[in-house]
């Protein structure tokens, strides 16, 4: 195709401008500055886009039939409640799903009275047999009964298109736009994302807090079309819906389609949208065709052919077909007869009409004329008006002649596949292809090269450039923008980027997302730049050709520099704001939330330097801001500084208790946390909090329940650290009243708080407090997600763990069912979450001595996660070793060993011979080795254990002190007391120092030095080590507790051995008791702790010589999974747990142990409102 070659950088340089170069010498000169209008635009980006989806919705429905089937289909999710949900409408372009989706909103939209003609539609499209499917229908109506309680409203219905004409595809930027109208349609208090990297993840929050006003229909359309920037389904699609929210999504095949698939298991309704059928082609064609040559023509009767076609069931086909009729009439002096005989011999797919489209264009106007007019068109962002494209044809050499008479009969002819023009908000008509396949058409016909696009966006790039009277527009701009980056010129758009005036121009709330993917995409044309001039040969110092001496590519810190620069000598703009200060910070704004803190700093650094000593309000916000960047960069010392440099300014300027106050000394916490000062960082939460309720009172905007409560959790946070358990409580407490003052008691964020009381209270060992907040929060999920969620399965969950932790492991066994029933109703049985649940309940089974019950759960885990993850996943290597441990408890030794083996071989090869997971799979082998005796195999597998982690983790890190725990019993058991006792003593130092002596592990160390001094006849110290078991046992777990049944026993036995008969009495009596209750009468512990009491009446009495007979069993509490609220971010290893003798039944003694139980990473908790 023949275009001239234009290109923005070309434009010569006017006055001071070209003095500032770029940061590379042979750099061309900046181009002319851009102008950028003064005024707002009458239609702000977001506002244009809703009217332009109405504008499609009207395009799309004009002449459609309704398809009863498919539109019931989707009435019937809409009216639904529960699972599935979201559903996913699948169909290759073209195939009507915009169509559908168009009609489905407005009949959603039309109240009851479009309801009542579309029940009246339906059945008459049953009577002519059109095909409505009346199945399910009493399941869609019992869903619209629930629905009722759901919202009694008519539904909200939240649309978004992929591919409006001069829209971003940004998924992130439509997500941030349906987030603002969510916030503005419900006057929701929280704020939108204050960096781009939350976009993704803030969809969920907005749309919980909406559904509880009624409810919500979120509608999008073209998918396929979206430019996702590593944001998945799982960021923002909620995994539990709210009941009053559905979902539907339209899309041709694609990565997010997939994604979508496989993260949504059983809760996606897959809707494959079905070619349209004879009827329903007819019917579509006479609709299109009524009044055309009078309405006489019987147009299905003569069309057989054509409505036979191999692409005839596309909507889009036979869209194409009807317009060609109609220009092909017109073009035969209306002989409406000859067009329709003459569609009979059109191609029959849609790709070869769209050929024969061009082919008569080209015959009738030349292939120059239709190439440049077309591609011009499908290169602009915002299409283009005629005058225009007019003008841009006239730029062409060989069109520089064209009569303005051609043009128009040329425009007649592709306004059919244009937006209405007649409907866009412009003073003049823009035209801008209708659908993605015509564009595409164009492109692969006349501009199938690369090359070719890039010089036509150039062009009109160019074009906008130079176009300033009567005024810059704002369209204008985004062309600039938009064609030099889509035309490949770097050195344009980095001018651009970098003229102070444009960035904040682009720097908003509706087109800020846009300006971080222009920076985005320079700076790979900066590196494509690079690797093009490095890779070309130069002249040597011999005349040969020799590679150049490399240079690195521009990076994001140079293209900020060059923007600093020009900023200096840029003039303030006419209304004075825009000053170069003012400039540099509104970069460093975006810079900082668009996630590149270094460059904020840099900027923020130069901007507080100019300012020095400066104590204004202007100097507080940069300095505030550039703590805050070197925050998240980590420069901990200069962060602080500045800090409080801020700090003393706004206290001088303005007072103490001040918004701006709070948030400053909220970083400063921050910075102490991370860099481990928890006392100091403990102050400054707690005055952080009391400055929020001193603003709150004083009547600061700012100061509201929100910011209060996000302090007040803080506060816990680092309560919790610092192990002020009744601080951190008190702060959560008040945050939940504040919570529930302001959004009621019935409400996610509640739910969500409650779920981290419930974590913090477990932890501290209040069980009842625990189980309040995690049944509060259940009963709520089951309301606003439904019985069916991954919320409920999360809470089913918890709850196991906590009354597992509690003793109760029948309650914990029931619980664990429970949610493996929800879990594989919602994501199927052969989901990776699944497997985890299945881990879980095998572990609970496991600890209740249920082996034969356990084994199936385990090889079922293992089965789903080598299928779905591979069989050399790590997951594999934790679903082998679990399996190993139950082997082992079953004493089915040989098969147990292979399965360490190969989960140790695993984790080797996956993470390296060093890694902490090799060492506590080396130790649970050596576990195995010392129960078959095989003492050296053994003690080498526990030394390589301890070398690993004291090189991996510190000499004084709480797992080394389990493998020397472990290592010790080897040792102990081999009568080798002397070597045992050190290690035992070393273990006992670690986890006093790292824990403090009253953390719930502490038991099962002194229980075990206990153990050994009884061993080496210590008595009196075995009591005393054996009492400290007890007291921190029923301190941390509770006097009812299983465990502290178990080191009752111990103490008893050791009592007996003192022959004080009366203690060791006691203690088993109490034992007995604790057993009864939570094991039940007929365990095996509970009888022994009986026969117990009966051998030490008999010794009272002189009548017994012999100890019980009965070798008792080693209590293994079970480890697996953590899903406590806090445990979401855990390590995929389980924390330190213990092997604890029950009653020793001498000789010999068993040894307690402290051997890993591999976990599986925790399930993450379903995706819910965050802060």
């Given at each position: 195709m023949a275009v001239r070659d234009a290109a923005v950088a070309a434009r010569p340089p006017d006055g001071?401008?070209?003095?500032?170069?770029?940061?590379?010498?042979?750099?061309?000169?900046?181009?002319t500055p851009l102008m950028v209008p003064e005024t707002a635009p009458e239609w702000s980006p977001a506002e244009l886009e809703r009217y332009l989806h109405v504008v499609a919705m009207e395009r799309h429905t004009a002449h459609a039939i309704r398809r009863h089937d498919l539109l019931d289909r989707l009435h019937q999710h809409c009216d639904g409640v529960g699972n599935p949900n979201p559903l996913l409408l699948l169909g290759p372009p073209g195939s009507g799903k915009s169509t559908a989706l168009a009609m489905l909103m407005s009949e959603i939209e039309g109240g009851p009275a479009a309801r009542r003609r579309r029940d009246s539609s339906s059945l008459a499209g049953a009577a002519d047999g059109a095909g409505a499917d009346t199945s399910g229908t009493s399941s869609a109506a019992a869903a619209s009964n629930s629905a009722v309680s759901v919202a009694g409203a008519e539904p909200f219905v939240l649309a978004h298109t992929f591919g409006l004409l001069g829209h971003s595809d940004d998924l992130r930027r439509a997500l941030l736009r349906m987030c603002a109208e969510l916030k503005s349609r419900f006057n929701i208090y929280v704020d939108l994302p204050s960096r781009l990297e939350d976009v993704g993840t803030a969809f969920p929050r907005f749309l919980a807090h909406a559904a509880l006003f009624g409810k919500i229909v979120v509608v999008l359309d073209g998918l396929d079309k979206a430019e996702c920037h590593d944001v998945t389904p799982e960021d923002w699609l909620p995994a539990a819906l709210p009941l009053a929210a559905r979902v539907v999504v339209a899309s041709a095949g694609c990565r997010a389609v997939n994604a979508l698939k496989e993260k949504s298991g059983l809760l996606l309704d897959v809707l494959p949208i079905?070619?349209?059928d004879r009827s329903e082609r007819a019917r579509v064609v006479d609709a299109a065709l009524e009044g055309v040559g009078g309405g006489r023509v019987p147009a299905s009767a003569t069309l057989g052919d054509l409505l036979a076609a191999e692409d005839a069931g596309s909507p889009l086909f036979l869209a194409l077909a009807v317009e060609e009729i109609k220009c092909r009439a017109r073009a035969a002096d209306g002989d409406t007869y000859a067009a329709v005989e003459e569609a009979n011999g059109f191609p029959g797919t849609t790709v070869d009409l769209l050929a024969s489209v061009f082919d008569r264009l080209e015959r009738r106007f030349g292939t120059t004329l239709v190439a440049e007019a077309t591609t011009l068109i499908a290169c602009s962002r915002s299409g283009l008006t005629d005058s225009e494209t007019f003008a841009l044809l006239r730029g062409a050499p060989t069109l520089a002649n064209l009569p303005v008479s051609e043009w128009e009969a040329l425009q007649a002819e592709l306004e059919p596949h244009c937006w209405p023009v007649e409907r866009l908000p412009t003073a003049s008509n823009l035209m801008g292809f209708f659908h993605h396949t015509f564009t595409t058409a164009v492109f692969r016909r006349f501009a199938d090269a690369a090359a070719e696009r890039r010089l036509q966006h150039l062009r009109v790039a160019a074009f906008f450039a130079d176009l300033t009277e009567p005024a810059p527009s704002h369209r204008g701009v985004n062309e600039v923008v938009w064609g030099c980056r889509s035309g490949h010129d770097w050195h344009a758009l980095r001018a651009l980027l970098t003229d102070p005036h444009v960035h904040a121009h682009l720097w908003n709330q509706d087109t800020q997302v846009d300006l971080a993917t222009h920076w985005d995409a320079l700076l790979k044309g900066e590196q494509k730049v690079a690797n093009a001039r490095n890779a070309k040969l130069v002249p040597g110092p011999n005349g040969a050709l020799i590679p150049p001496k490399p240079r690195p590519p521009r990076r994001r810190a140079d293209v900020v520099a060059e923007f600093v620069r020009v900023a200096d000598v840029a003039p303030v703009s006419s209304d004075g704001i825009l000053t170069p200060d003012v400039t540099k910070e509104l970069m460093a704004d975006f810079l900082a939330w668009s996630g590149h803190p270094g460059e904020a700093a840099a900027v923020l650094r130069a901007l507080a330097a100019e300012k020095g000593d400066e104590a204004d309000v202007a100097a507080v916000s940069v300095n505030y801001k550039l703590g805050r960047a070197l925050g998240r960069?980590?420069?901990?010392?200069?962060?602080?500084?500045?800090?409080?440099?801020?700090?003393?300014?706004?206290?001088?300027?303005?007072?103490a208790e001040t918004p701006m106050v709070a948030e400053i000394v909220t970083e400063l916490c921050k910075v102490k946390m991370e860099t481990g000062e928890a006392e100091q960082a403990g102050q400054l939460a707690a005055h952080a909090v009391s400055v929020w309720e001193a603003a709150e009172a004083a009547g600061?905007?700012?100061?509201?329940?929100s910011t209060l409560v996000e302090a007040l959790t803080r506060l816990a946070e680092v309560c919790e650290v610092l192990d002020r358990k009744v601080a951190a409580e008190a702060a959560y407490e008040r945050a939940l009243e504040r919570l529930e003052y302001m959004l009621g008691p019935d409400h996610p964020e509640v739910a969500e708080h409650l779920g981290k009381m419930g974590g913090a209270y477990a932890a501290h060992g209040e069980w009842e407090k625990a189980e309040f907040c995690y049944c509060r929060a259940l009963a709520?999920?089951?309301?606003?997600?439904?019985?069916?969620?991954?919320?409920?399965?999360?809470?089913?969950?918890?709850?196991a763990e906590l009354h597992r932790a509690r003793g109760d492991a029948s309650q914990a066994q029931a619980l664990y069912q429970r949610a493996l029933q929800v879990i594989e109703a919602v994501l199927g049985t052969n989901h990776s979450e699944t497997a985890t649940y299945l881990n879980n309940l095998g572990e609970t089974l496991r600890a209740r001595g249920r082996f034969e019950d356990a084994e199936p759960m385990y090889v079922r885990a293992l089965a789903i996660d080598e299928s779905t993850q591979g069989v050399s996943h790590p997951i594999v290597a934790i679903r082998l070793n679990n399996l190993a441990e139950l082997f082992r408890d079953m004493g089915r030794l040989e098969d147990a060993e292979p399965m360490y083996q190969r989960a140790l071989a695993i984790d080797m090869a996956a993470l390296g011979p060093n890694h902490p997971n090799v060492a506590t799979y080396l130790n649970n082998l050596a576990g195995l080795y010392k129960a078959r005796e095989m003492w050296d195999k053994a003690a080498e597998h526990y030394t390589r254990a301890i070398a690993i982690d004291e090189r991996a983790l510190g000499p004084d890190h709480p797992d080394v002190a389990i493998y020397l725990n472990n290592l010790a019993g080897l040792y102990k058991a081999q009568r080798k007391l002397r070597e045992a006792e050190p290690l035992y003593l070393r273990a006992l130092r670690i986890n006093e120092e790292s824990l403090g002596g009253d953390h719930a592990d502490m038991a099962i160390y002194f229980n075990n030095v206990a153990l050994l001094y009884k061993a080496q006849g210590k008595l009196g110290e075995a009591r005393s080590y054996y009492q400290r078991a007890i007291d921190i046992g029923e301190k941390t777990l509770g006097a009812e507790h299983a465990q502290v049944a178990t080191r009752l026993s111990n103490l008893g036995a050791l009592l007996v051995d003192m022959e004080d008969f009366a203690g060791a009495e006691a203690a088993f009596a109490r034992a007995l008791a604790i057993r009864k209750d939570a094991l039940g009468e007929d365990h095996e512990d509970t009888q022994n702790a009986a026969e117990w009491i009966q051998h030490i009446?008999?010794?009272?009495a002189g009548a017994a010589d012999s100890l019980p007979h009965r070798k008792v069993a080693l209590d293994v509490p079970a480890v697996d999974d953590w899903v406590a609220g806090e445990a979401a971010n855990a390590a995929p290893l389980?924390?330190?747990?213990?092997?604890?003798?029950?009653?020793?039944?001498?000789?010999?003694?068993?040894?307690?142990?402290?051997?890993?139980t591999l976990a599986s990473p925790p399930p993450p908790p379903p995706a819910s409102p965050r802060n």
């Open positions: 001071g401008s070209a003095t500032v170069g770029g940061t590379f010498p042979d750099d061309p000169p900046r181009p079905a070619p349209l960069q980590g420069v901990h010392l200069e962060c602080e500084e500045t800090l409080r440099r801020a700090l003393a300014a706004e206290q001088m300027l303005v007072g600061y905007e700012e100061a509201d329940v709520f999920a089951h309301r606003f997600s439904g019985p069916s969620s991954l919320h409920i399965s999360h809470f089913y969950n918890v709850l009446a008999e010794r009272r389980s924390p330190p747990a213990g092997l604890e003798a029950r009653p020793p039944t001498p000789p010999p003694e068993p040894e307690p142990q402290l051997e890993d």
